[in-house]
């Protein structure tokens, strides 16, 4: 499927669904809601680019670490060629939003997509990804803008067990450890503007 007709798909799955609001008024509710929760999303043109440019091995695993609405997922699994698919958000109304998105997915979209496709295993889950284990996946990544100092940290020593050969996209923000390999360093358009993408190889 091309890419046009792909973008058309994927934002009629997303039409009438405001991320951003749902965002903020849940936010508003939270003690534990930070800097790091603050808002935005990957768009199709830069995502779709960044897919191509991480060149992920075929047939892996995916996973985003704060998946908001489910953007990435989504894009992911059109766009890329994963096996599983695994969107981790702490905030429980965008989680919400993001199952109610995919099972549209999964009945209305997945059904004219490539056999493949409809093989693809996506799991959606509401928690803290620093609680969460990662250490299946063979792409990782984290629209990493607002997050803070040490929450960047622990993320970074969460990612030094990952195992050799794991690839990690991390966007405005960087890895300063030696354990993994900066592989390349781009703009691409999010929701909120251009933004400075680093891709990374875990050693
Ligand atoms: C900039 S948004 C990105 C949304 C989505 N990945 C995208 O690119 O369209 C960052 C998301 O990370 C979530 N988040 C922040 N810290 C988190 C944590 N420790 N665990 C899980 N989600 C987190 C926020 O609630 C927010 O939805």
Not at 25 to 54: C, M, W
Not at 183 to 188: A, D, I, V
Request: negative net charge; proline residues 3%; charged residues 25%.
């Amino acid at each position: 499927m091309d890419f046009q007709r792909t973008k058309s798909i994927f934002e009629s799955l997303y039409s009438g669904v405001d991320g951003y609001s749902v965002s903020s008024k849940a936010r508003k509710n939270l003690s534990f809601a930070s800097k790091a929760h603050t808002y935005g999303e990957v768009t199709p043109e830069g995502f779709y680019q960044i897919l191509q440019d991480a060149k992920a091995k075929n047939g892996g695993i995916f996973y985003d670490l704060g998946s908001g609405t489910g953007k990435a997922v989504i894009l992911a699994s059109l766009f890329g060629d994963f096996s599983k698919l695994v969107g981790i958000e702490e905030i429980e109304d965008l989680h919400r939003a993001s199952v109610d998105i995919f099972r549209r997915y999964e009945t209305e979209v997945k059904p004219i997509l490539p056999s493949e496709k409809q093989k693809q295993v996506i799991e959606l889950v509401n928690s803290d990804f620093l609680e969460f284990d990662i250490s299946e996946a063979d792409l990782i990544f984290a629209h990493s803008t607002c997050f803070y100092d040490e929450l960047m940290i622990a993320l970074e020593k969460k990612c030094a067990l990952l195992r050799k050969g794991t690839k990690l996209i991390l966007v405005t923000k960087n890895f300063n450890s030696p354990l993994f390999e900066p592989l390349k360093s781009s703009e691409y358009p999010m929701s909120w503007g251009k933004a400075t993408v680093n891709f990374y190889e875990k050693l």
